[in-house]
């Protein structure tokens, strides 16, 4: 589900939230819901999801689980990590089993 979703759905929530309130992360420099491969060819937004609302609600709920601030951080980390490794282009090796990125 990470790499694709019908063209009615979202792929998973915790990305749109991230990049809705991307400006309070400046560090992941983030870009803009369109600028990922990902995020590509489903919906954008949906109806009555307040994605920034979202975001509160979830950065809230790890805190209720004692997650610590750098634990949250480095959460938020791989999810931006996740979305920027669906924008890199991987080409075959011209020898042996790997590839190029």
Not at 27 to 55: F, I, M
Not at 69 to 88: F, H, W, Y
Request: charged letters at 25%; aromatic letters at 8%; a negative charge.
């Amino acid at each position: 589900r990470v790499i694709s979703h019908g063209p009615k759905e979202r792929s998973y929530h915790v990305f749109y939230q991230l990049l809705r309130g991307r400006n309070r992360f400046p560090d992941l420099r983030l870009g803009d819901v369109h600028d990922y491969r990902y995020l590509k060819g489903g919906k954008q937004t949906a109806p009555s999801v307040d994605d920034l609302q979202n975001l509160d609600d979830t950065l809230e709920a790890f805190e209720l689980l004692g997650f610590s601030s750098t634990e949250q951080s480095e959460i938020l980390r791989i999810v931006a990590g996740i979305l920027t490794l669906g924008n890199c282009e991987f080409i075959a090796a011209s020898e042996g089993d790997g590839s190029k990125l």
